[in-house]
């Protein structure tokens, strides 16, 4: 079984298009993550929910607008889509501190 | 705030030779420190962690760190490399008893020549 999911693997588009990605985990972890990696693989974080609550809004545009549903679910909205959003997006989850996340397998986004 | 450098961004080693990555973290409080290996194409895959007690903590496929306190630091060893090692390598930290933020060094890109 698949602990943390993304959707979907790769997504290719326009400019200017609005975009989602869909993340679950079924690991019962209280928190989920979204990460962009560049490029570089430099990994940045860029939101963080604990039980449906934003906890961790990073310095990232507001054209990205995470959803959560419910604790096992996290997805990310992106309107109006510039070639710079091209990245990896990884999605996380844990549960205490001290283990550390639990990744999924990424969505490599390429905007033309 | 917190910040990870990884000063190696490349390091290319034969088949059988030893591993040492270097990792430095600044950040004045108590840390959890963690190393993730990236394979070609693949998702982040925990390979240690350390959390307290004995600084030197062993993880998965033979790896190794050990937490110098003093020098604020958490290199990642290995005795042998194998092929099948070839891979990015992340070094991380999380404040203790903060926000469950993980900082990510920027990766060392290991190549293991057979």
């Known amino acids: 079984d698949t602990a943390v999911s993304q959707t979907p693997k790769y997504l290719v588009t326009q400019m200017g298009n609005d975009k989602s990605i869909k993340c679950e985990q079924n690991l019962g972890h209280d928190t989920m993550y979204w990460y962009k990696q560049d490029s570089k693989k430099f990994l940045k974080i860029m939101f963080s929910y604990n039980n449906k609550e934003l906890i961790i809004n990073e310095t990232v545009p507001n054209r990205f607008s995470p959803k959560s549903p419910d604790k096992a679910h996290l997805n990310l909205h992106i309107n109006s889509l510039e070639l710079g959003d091209s990245a990896v997006y990884f999605c996380?989850?844990?549960?205490?501190?001290?283990?550390?996340?639990?990744f999924g397998s990424g969505t490599r986004l390429t905007v033309v | 705030a917190q910040s990870v450098s990884q000063h190696n961004h490349h390091v290319i080693l034969s088949e059988a030779a030893s591993l040492e990555l270097g990792c430095n973290y600044s950040?004045?409080?108590?840390?959890?420190l963690f190393w993730y290996v990236q394979y070609p194409g693949q998702h982040l895959q925990l390979l240690l962690k350390y959390f307290s007690g004995d600084p030197l903590v062993k993880g998965i496929k033979g790896f190794e760190a050990e937490f110098i306190k003093s020098k604020f630091s958490f290199n990642l060893r290995k005795p042998s490399v194998q092929w099948s090692d070839t891979a990015e390598y992340f070094c991380a930290v999380n404040a203790r008893g903060a926000t469950n933020k993980l900082i990510f060094g920027t990766g060392t890109l290991l190549a293991v020549q057979p």
């Open positions: 950040y004045g409080g108590t840390v959890n």
């Open positions: 996380a989850s844990s549960l205490q501190e001290s283990d550390g996340y639990t």
